[in-house]
Structure formats: C-alpha cells, structure tokens
C-alpha cells in the first residue's frame, strides 16, 4: 500500500517469513516490526521519488497501515497536523501503529498463531 504498487515475489515472501517471526513472538513485536517495516518504506528511493504530498502521505498511511481509505475526520486531522508541522511524519506513523485500530489488527494476528 505504501508504495503504490505489487510486490515482487521475492520480496514480499521475506516479508511475510519476518512477520511471521514477529508473530510468533509478541503483539509487541509485531507492532515493533511493523513500524520499522513500513518506516523503511517511506525512508527508500523508491518513495521518495514520488514526492507525495503530507495529504497523499496521509492517505499512504490509512492504505498501508489500517488497510482503509481515510475517513473525513481522521484525514483532515492528521493533514493539518503535518502542514502545521506539529508532529513529524515519522511520529505521525508512530501514531497509526500505536492507535487502537491497528492494535485490534496486531491482536488478530497476535491470536491467530506463528507462522515459521
């Protein structure tokens, strides 16, 4: 989602083996890896090179981390918070992973098992 596109096959198996090692580990873990994960993300080339806007990194983030279109409320409050410059896009990724929504996400995956 972060991206804006389809993973290679390759890199998305990798992906899925070290979650899979979070899972199996802790919510915590799973939370920790994920932030890391997607922070790569955003930190590469790849990105960076799609000069995206606080309003469409907003919307990256909704897609990637909560798996949803951003509601109205939601988008334009985290929108103002970065063009006012409040907290930076790092912390506001911060935000969506630590947020409940996405803990009740980590908990799913937490109950379903470890994968290996």
């Known amino acids: 989602g972060v991206l804006g596109g389809v993973p290679g096959a390759e890199g998305f198996n990798g992906w899925v083996v070290s979650m ?10 799973i939370q920790a890896f994920s932030f890391q994960m997607v922070l790569g993300f955003l930190k590469c080339m790849e990105y960076s090179l799609r000069n ?16 949803r279109g951003a509601d109205p409320e939601g988008f334009t409050y985290w929108a103002n918070i970065l ?6 896009r790092e912390q506001i990724l911060q935000s969506f992973v630590d947020s409940p929504e996405f803990q ?13």
């Open 83 to 88: 063009n006012d410059q409040v907290y930076t």
């Open 52 to 67: 995206r806007s606080h309003e469409e990194y907003v919307e990256d983030l909704y897609d990637g981390i909560l798996r």
């Open 20 to 29: 899979g090692k979070a899972q199996c580990t802790s919510g915590q873990a």
């Open 104 to 116: 009740f996400r980590v908990q799913q995956v937490t109950s379903a098992g470890g994968i290996q």
